[in-house]
């Protein structure tokens, strides 16, 4: 039998306020009930929502649940920590995510809820899954029942404020991909003033929010070298990809960077230019 666990928080108010709060946008994905998710959760996760659909164009909020959602339940876990910093909050868990065929394969992780208060009301965001397999000592602290040190930890602190909630994107004219790769560069990238996330020593797979559209699209990447291994090669490539939306044709490459040299630094303009010729042709 594994150690009792204490919760850490220091106002179980708070606790009480989020996990309604939660419970409430779980019901509304439950019954699939595209007015109930709405009501539940962060005006900036339901607009990052929406854009997503948007420029896949398909209807929303119809679309909300064309995707399974699977929300985790919260009865068979363990109270970590319930912490507010400003306007940004959040609920950790700590427990196995899943139950049924085999319960015992299943690795013990750190479920993390997060919260951001809108107008004086706390409202759910989204949820952020942490494997411990790599991570004993983390596990050996939770279940030894002493005070958890790891969640002074950056990544397990709400950052005090809310991120920007994005502008409504259109309708696309062409729906598009990007497949963005950075090694030995932290990289964040900007597509007709739409930002995505900050990658590093990694490489990463999206939807273009609103497409890419006829004429000059505004294409820029800020890099940022980081320390790599001795003899290694920086890489930053960069390929967008226009859906055909006919079945079995691949999408069209319309555009690709590619660069490993040392010295690139700072804001790289990329405009991506979309013509009849380009579309039909490819790159």
């Known amino acids: 039998m594994s150690s009792p666990i204490s919760a850490q928080t220091s106002d179980p108010t708070l606790r009480i306020t989020l996990e309604r709060a939660y419970q409430q946008w779980r019901e509304a994905v439950l019954a699939q009930d595209s007015r109930a998710w709405a009501a539940s959760i962060t005006i900036y996760r339901q607009t990052v929502t929406r854009n997503m659909i948007v420029s896949q164009r398909k209807s929303f909020p119809k679309a909300v649940f064309d995707v399974p959602i699977d929300p985790p339940d919260l009865s068979g876990l363990r109270l970590l920590e319930a912490q507010a910093v400003g306007e940004t909050a959040h609920l950790l868990y700590f427990g196995k995510m899943e139950s049924g065929a085999d319960a015992a394969k299943v690795p013990e992780s750190t479920l993390m809820l997060k919260f951001f208060n809108e107008r004086?009301?706390?409202?759910?965001?989204?949820?952020?899954?942490?494997?411990?397999?790599?991570q004993p000592e983390i596990v050996a602290q939770i279940?030894?029942?002493?005070?958890?040190?790891?969640?002074?930890?950056?990544?397990?602190?709400?950052?005090?404020?809310?991120?920007?909630?994005?502008?409504?994107?259109?309708?696309?004219?062409?729906?598009?991909?990007?497949?963005?790769?950075?090694?030995?560069?932290?990289?964040?990238?900007?597509?007709?003033?739409?930002d995505y996330s900050v990658i590093q020593d990694s490489a990463q797979k999206m939807f273009v929010i609103g497409g890419l559209k006829n004429g000059v699209n505004e294409v820029s990447v800020v890099?940022?070298?980081?320390?790599?291994?001795?003899?290694?090669?920086?890489?930053?490539?960069?390929?967008?990809?226009?859906?055909?939306?006919?079945?079995?044709?691949?999408?069209?490459?319309?555009?690709?960077?590619e660069s490993e040299a040392n010295d690139l630094d700072g804001s790289i303009k990329m405009p991506v230019v979309i013509t009849a010729d380009v579309l039909s042709q490819g790159r």
């Open 223 to 257: 890099v940022k070298r980081t320390d790599i291994p001795a003899g290694e090669k920086r890489l930053l490539q960069l390929d967008f990809f226009v859906l055909t939306g006919i079945p079995n044709k691949p999408p069209i490459r319309v555009f690709h960077y």
């Open 120 to 134: 004086g009301v706390w409202k759910f965001d989204s949820t952020k899954l942490l494997s411990l397999q790599d």
């Open 143 to 194: 279940k030894s029942g002493r005070p958890l040190e790891f969640l002074d930890y950056p990544e397990f602190t709400p950052p005090g404020k809310a991120p920007e909630v994005p502008a409504l994107c259109e309708v696309p004219e062409n729906v598009a991909g990007s497949t963005l790769q950075s090694f030995g560069y932290e990289a964040k990238m900007r597509i007709n003033g739409f």
